[in-house]
């Protein structure tokens, strides 16, 4: 991932991006309307037409993102007096995750199919997603009548989702409950940015990926961007500023989504002795010059609360959580991972005193992060905006409910 300034691109290859990204978005229709059928067994029988202040919850369940935002979601939404009648997940949440979030919620869970597109290696391939997505079509029946009795026991007046794909189209094949859902994800609002200059092929694939779920989530509910032009702040508990330059070692901290991130910066880090690095990753990290932990939210949130620098996979809450912290963040996007590739480069557009973005973890990107928040006024600027943006969020969701029937 080349570091390259807007407007470097050729309009005629810009061009030739938003057509393929189009053609993929066309392509998609037909596997579109194949699960809908098979997910034909919610029709009719998916409607909120319970207490306007009981909801039900769902998150994707790739990576810990979605998990945050509907955590924050929720946390929001106990403010504003409503309470959650069901949580709706997908397979592949780790019990740990789950003991972590949900389960101190109370609600009834309902676990539905989905589509993981990571493991320890990174991005899983075209091929790989294809043949998990037929799988998924194939268990669509089965999900399609676990939802409808699950939210007929919910007894709910509304839905917030968080990019739970499978749900969206059982939702799709039941259109009284349109009125009554909400789509949140910074997704939508990633789908309709301007392409980086330097993506290639595989990130315009995947922006006709994100343009085709959007699609599908769209024909059953309002979409709501979050983020930075989003439709609501970055959904994030305000984190405490930093505190400035420690007296001894700093502490840089790092989070991966795959176990070759951790490698990585093992080798990048290697005799240093100006700040200690504690890498959070699933497997856990048996490389030296680094401190190893598994993933842990709760162990995280106390370093992140005391680091001066981040280091971590491009998604986007950790990024927005630095900026807010006005601690400087490497983004290095997972292995074949595409849409973090687009993070990126969005994240460092915006933030470029406080946001790097890196294709491979480098002796230079290591010495950036290290060395401090780079230029204090726009870094105290970003971090002041953000975190203003961020402390209004139950005002912000509140504004996106659906209107009492």
């Given at each position: 991932?080349?570091?390259?300034?807007?407007?470097?691109?050729?309009?005629?290859?810009?061009?030739?991006?938003?057509?393929?990204?189009?053609?993929?978005?066309?392509?998609?229709?037909?596997?579109?309307?194949?699960?809908?059928?098979?997910?034909?067994?919610?029709?009719?029988?998916?409607?909120?037409?319970?207490?306007?202040?009981?909801?039900?919850?769902?998150?994707?369940?790739?990576?810990?993102?979605?998990?945050?935002?509907?955590?924050?979601?929720?946390?929001?939404?106990?403010?504003?007096?409503?309470?959650?009648?069901?949580?709706?997940?997908?397979?592949?949440?780790?019990?740990k995750l789950r003991r972590e979030v949900?389960?101190?919620?109370?609600?009834?869970?309902?676990?539905?199919?989905?589509?993981?597109?990571?493991?320890?290696?990174?991005?899983?391939?075209?091929?790989?997603l294809a043949f998990r997505g037929a799988?998924?079509?194939?268990?669509?029946?089965?999900?399609?009548?676990?939802?409808?009795?699950?939210?007929?026991?919910?007894?709910?007046?509304?839905?917030?989702?968080?990019?739970?794909?499978?749900?969206?189209?059982?939702?799709?094949?039941?259109?009284?409950?349109?009125?009554?859902?909400?789509?949140?994800a910074p997704q939508f609002a990633r789908?309709?940015?301007?392409?980086?200059?330097?993506?290639?092929?595989?990130?315009?694939?995947?922006?006709?990926?994100?343009?085709?779920?959007?699609?599908?989530?769209?024909?059953?509910?309002?979409?709501?961007?979050?983020?930075?032009?989003?439709?609501?702040?970055?959904?994030?508990?305000?984190?405490?500023?930093?505190?400035?330059?420690?007296?001894?070692?700093?502490?840089?901290?790092?989070?991966?989504?795959?176990?070759?991130?951790?490698?990585?910066?093992?080798?990048?880090?290697?005799?240093?002795?100006?700040?200690?690095?504690?890498?959070?990753?699933?497997?856990?990290?048996?490389?030296?010059?680094?401190?190893?932990?598994?993933?842990?939210?709760?162990?995280?949130?106390?370093?992140?609360?005391?680091?001066?620098?981040?280091?971590?996979?491009?998604?986007?809450?950790?990024?927005?959580?630095?900026?807010?912290?006005?601690?400087?963040?490497?983004?290095?996007?997972?292995?074949?991972?595409?849409?973090?590739?687009?993070?990126?480069?969005?994240?460092?557009?915006?933030?470029?005193?406080?946001?790097?973005?890196?294709?491979?973890?480098?002796?230079?990107?290591?010495?950036?992060?290290?060395?401090?928040?780079?230029?204090?006024?726009?870094?105290?600027?970003?971090?002041?905006?953000?975190?203003?943006?961020?402390?209004?969020?139950?005002?912000?969701?509140?504004?996106?409910?659906?209107?009492?029937?």
């Open positions: 991932m080349a570091r390259v300034a807007p407007g470097d691109a050729a309009p005629a290859t810009t061009r030739r991006r938003d057509v393929t990204a189009s053609l993929v978005r066309a392509a998609a229709a037909p596997a579109v309307a194949m699960n809908r059928c098979f997910a034909a067994g919610c029709r009719g029988g998916v409607r909120f037409e319970g207490s306007p202040r009981r909801y039900v919850l769902a998150a994707c369940c790739n990576g810990t993102g979605h998990v945050t935002q509907a955590k924050a979601v929720a946390d929001c939404l106990s403010e504003l007096g409503y309470e959650c009648a069901g949580v709706i997940l997908e397979a592949g949440l780790s019990d949900f389960e101190p919620m109370g609600a009834p869970t309902l676990v539905l199919a989905g589509v993981q597109l990571v493991d320890a290696k990174g991005a899983i391939g075209f091929g790989a799988g998924l079509t194939a268990r669509l029946p089965r999900a399609a009548r676990e939802c409808r009795d699950f939210v007929r026991a919910a007894d709910a007046g509304f839905l917030v989702s968080c990019w739970h794909y499978s749900l969206a189209l059982l939702l799709s094949t039941a259109p009284a409950a349109r009125k009554r859902v909400v789509h949140v789908a309709r940015d301007a392409m980086p200059p330097s993506t290639g092929l595989r990130e315009s694939l995947w922006r006709g990926g994100l343009l085709a779920l959007r699609d599908v989530f769209a024909s059953t509910g309002a979409c709501v961007g979050v983020g930075d032009d989003g439709g609501l702040p970055p959904l994030l508990d305000p984190p405490p500023a930093w505190a400035g330059p420690p007296d001894g070692k700093k502490l840089i901290l790092c989070y991966f989504l795959s176990a070759g991130g951790a490698a990585a910066l093992s080798d990048a880090v290697a005799g240093r002795d100006d700040a200690v690095f504690h890498v959070f990753s699933d497997p856990v990290s048996d490389r030296p010059h680094v401190v190893a932990h598994a993933k842990s939210r709760a162990l995280f949130r106390e370093f992140f609360e005391k680091c001066d620098g981040v280091i971590c996979s491009a998604g986007n809450e950790t990024v927005w959580e630095a900026v807010c912290r006005g601690v400087r963040v490497v983004a290095v996007p997972t292995r074949g991972h595409a849409e973090q590739v687009l993070n990126a480069h969005a994240h460092a557009a915006r933030y470029p005193a406080l946001v790097r973005a890196a294709a491979t973890l480098t002796d230079a990107d290591v010495e950036w992060v290290v060395a401090g928040p780079g230029d204090g006024a726009r870094a105290a600027s970003a971090s002041s905006a953000r975190g203003a943006a961020v402390a209004t969020r139950a005002a912000a969701v509140r504004a996106v409910l659906p209107a009492p029937s």
